[in-house]
Every structure is written in C-alpha cells, then in structure tokens.
C-alpha cells in the first residue's frame, strides 16, 4: 500500500493525497490573517501585569514617596527664610522701635516751649527768677536755682505731652530758656538741643561758636560740657 511522499498519510490503490491542496490548519483559527495579533506574544502574560496588584500598589508607594519628598522639600525651604526673615524682622523693629522712641522722647522744642510757660507762670507769682542757672529732670542735677523747683516741676507735668517721656536739662537766664537738650535717657539715644544749627544738635556755646554734637555723644556729656562752661568762666 502506497504512502503520500509529503505527509505519510496510507493511500488506496489509485488515491492521490489532498494534503497539498489543503491550505495548513491555524493554531489560532479565529484569528483574521490580516489581523495585528502576534501569536508569539502570551495575552495572558500582558493582562497578569497590567491588573497585577502587586504592580499597582509599588506605583502608589512611588508616588507616596514622590509627595513626601516635595513636602520635606518644602518644609526645609520654608524654615531656612524663616530663620532669616524672623530675626531680620525683629531686627527692623527693634530700630524702629528705637526711631520711634527717640522722635518720642527728644524733642528740645517741646521742653523748651512747656519751660517757658512755666516760667512766665512763676513771673505771675513773683518767684525770682533772675541769674543764670540749670533745671533738669533730674533734680540733683539742678544747679544755682533761685526758687523752689518743686513748683516748676508740678507745673512741667501739666505743660508737657504725656507721651514725651525724656531726660533734659535747661539752661535759664533771667527767666527765659537759653538753651535745651534732651533725649530718651541720660546715657542713651540721640541728643536734641534748642538752638539748634540748620537741625543739628548743639553744644551750649557762650560765644557764637557752635560745635556741633556727634551722634555717639550722651546727653549727660553735653550737660557737664555746659556745666564746666558756665561755672567755670564764673569761677575764673
């Protein structure tokens, strides 16, 4: 009995085999031959990964850890301007504060304009006032006064602003104020003085000179300057 020389298949007497009229058979029969499938590619394989939860969740620790780094990020910035802006800020504050206190406190205007009301009050009362002598804030400054000062200071409260809190000392001739100087402590601040040159401070002159005042110059420096030059010339 005759076998096909291709396929092997047993042949009848006279039988001529189809196997190579028959097209082969498919190992993907439903599967158009134009179609894009590649047979080599496993589609389980492909879906196991796309829906494979153990894929999914290092995606989400991914982008957990992705959003703590930004956050850290973001805090770190944010306290390296705070560590600069928060003193910088105070800084600022405490020499306008400063400023502020000083533009408060030393106003030789105001000192001298209360004063001399003051004064002219205690003309009215018929208290001497003639001589050349100190009045200060601070009362064991005061020197050569020819009445009580305790009346001058009672009527100082009552001429002068509530918020001009300073230290001062006026020089006094004959009952009218010739020179002022103030500031915010006796050690301490800007120095303002009435007469003044084109709005600098002063020290007190007995001549027309006029030295002008540096800005680390205290105003008990400038009272004793003045003190040491009134009794001085008195004394020589």
């Known amino acids: 009995m005759p076998y096909c020389g291709k396929c092997g298949k047993k042949l009848n007497d006279g ?4 196997c190579s009229q028959t097209p082969p058979t498919s190992a993907f029969p439903n599967v158009p031959r134009n179609s894009s499938f590649d047979p ?16 999914v969740s290092s995606d989400k620790n991914s982008r957990a850890a992705l959003f703590t780094a930004v ?14 802006y928060i003193p910088w800020y105070y800084i600022i504050r405490s020499k306008a504060d400063n400023t502020r206190l000083d533009t408060i406190a030393v106003r030789a205007a105001d000192i001298t304009k209360s004063a001399d009301n ?17 009045i200060s804030s601070d009362e064991e400054s005061n020197a050569a006064v020819p009445f009580d000062v305790g ?6 409260d009552i001429h002068t ?25 006796w050690t301490k601040g ?26 680390d110059t205290c105003l008990d420096d400038v009272y004793w300057d003045a003190y040491d030059k009134i009794f001085s010339d008195k004394a020589a």
């Open 71 to 84: 956050f850290i990020a973001v805090c770190a910035v944010t306290l390296i301007i705070a560590s600069i």
């Open 15 to 18: 039988e001529t085999c189809t």
């Open 161 to 185: 602003e509530k918020d001009v809190t300073c230290q001062y000392f006026i020089i006094v001739l004959n009952g009218k104020v010739k020179y002022t100087a103030t500031a915010r402590e």
């Open 40 to 55: 080599t590619v496993d589609p389980y394989i492909d879906y196991k990964y796309q829906n494979d939860p153990y894929k």
């Open 118 to 134: 003051v004064l002219r009050e205690l003309n009215h009362m018929e208290l001497p006032l003639q001589g050349l002598y100190f």
């Open 151 to 156: 009346e001058f200071y009672s009527r100082m």
């Open 190 to 215: 800007r120095v303002d003085t009435l007469p003044d040159e084109y709005g600098v401070s002063v020290y007190y002159s007995t001549d027309d000179k006029c030295d002008k005042i540096f800005s």
